[in-house]
């Protein structure tokens, strides 16, 4: 559902790491919200499921924000299920809904008011129906920075992987045609700093690795 004011309802957020997760986090604490806790699906090798994360990395970002978090291991068909029983747990403790980054693509809302209807948890989706454009503006506005951790490399160049999103890139994708928030899977962003961050979280990185189109930068921890 769109979100109203919803005060002192304790949220769980579905937490990538990235841009929209962390603009989603800021509406529902603007919302009236207390988002207790980042929830995070990883894969059997220990990285975040699209933007190919490491747990350590995420870690160091939830202390960052000094929020509680749950990094759960899930392959793509366990994912469902392992959503399901997370969330019953959540709701045991006092959670009574989820937000989540979604904004424009049906199939993706679809499955997570499904998913949460299940759970018997509300679903909120703050960005759902903003122009993707908007969403950028508003993320520099607040002074937010965006490192570019992943890319299609049959549509970007990887000279853009480890740099700032900035003007720069947002034209770049314009020039291009490809959806400004990346909807697609086009890139993936972690969140170094902004509104929340106690600290700037630190990442270094060397190169970058290539699985079939998508080239995620190397990290060094």
């Given at each position: 559902?769109?979100?109203?004011?919803?005060?002192?309802e304790k949220v769980f957020v579905?937490?990538?790491?990235?841009?929209?997760?962390?603009?989603?986090?800021?509406?529902?604490?603007?919302?009236?919200?207390?988002?207790?806790?980042?929830?995070?699906?990883?894969?059997?090798?220990?990285?975040?499921?699209?933007?190919?994360?490491?747990?350590?990395?995420?870690?160091?970002?939830?202390?960052?924000?000094?929020?509680?978090?749950?990094?759960?291991?899930?392959?793509?068909?366990?994912?469902?299920?392992?959503?399901?029983?997370?969330?019953?747990?959540?709701?045991?403790?006092?959670?009574?809904?989820?937000?989540?980054?979604?904004?424009?693509?049906?199939?993706?809302?679809?499955?997570?008011?499904?998913?949460?209807?299940?759970?018997?948890?509300?679903?909120?989706?703050?960005?759902?129906?903003?122009?993707?454009?908007?969403?950028?503006?508003?993320?520099?506005?607040?002074?937010?920075?965006?490192?570019?951790?992943?890319?299609?490399?049959?549509?970007?160049?990887?000279?853009?992987?480890?740099?700032?999103?900035?003007?720069?890139?947002?034209?770049?994708?314009?020039?291009?045609?490809?959806?400004?928030?990346?909807?697609?899977?086009?890139?993936?962003?972690?969140?170094?700093?902004?509104?929340?961050?106690?600290?700037?979280?630190?990442?270094?990185?060397?190169?970058?690795?290539?699985?079939?189109?998508?080239?995620?930068?190397?990290?060094?921890?």
């Open positions: 559902m769109v979100m109203n004011k919803m005060t002192g579905s937490w990538s790491g990235g841009k929209d997760s962390y603009l989603s986090l800021l509406k529902a604490r603007e919302a009236g919200m207390e988002p207790g806790n980042l929830l995070t699906f990883v894969n059997k090798e220990g990285c975040s499921m699209s933007h190919g994360l490491p747990l350590q990395l995420l870690k160091n970002q939830a202390r960052a924000l000094v929020l509680p978090q749950v990094l759960e291991p899930v392959t793509w068909g366990e994912y469902e299920d392992s959503f399901h029983r997370v969330a019953g747990e959540l709701k045991l403790k006092g959670f009574t809904g989820g937000v989540f980054g979604d904004i424009n693509l049906p199939e993706h809302r679809s499955w997570v008011e499904n998913a949460c209807s299940r759970a018997a948890v509300n679903s909120y989706l703050p960005l759902w129906g903003m122009e993707e454009e908007d969403i950028l503006a508003e993320l520099l506005q607040r002074n937010a920075e965006l490192l570019i951790v992943a890319l299609r490399s049959d549509l970007l160049a990887e000279k853009w992987l480890g740099t700032i999103l900035g003007r720069a890139f947002i034209q770049e994708l314009k020039n291009k045609g490809l959806s400004p928030c990346g909807e697609a899977g086009e890139y993936h962003t972690l969140v170094i700093h902004g509104p929340l961050f106690k600290k700037r979280l630190e990442v270094k990185f060397s190169g970058y690795r290539q699985v079939e189109k998508v080239s995620f930068l190397n990290y060094i921890l």
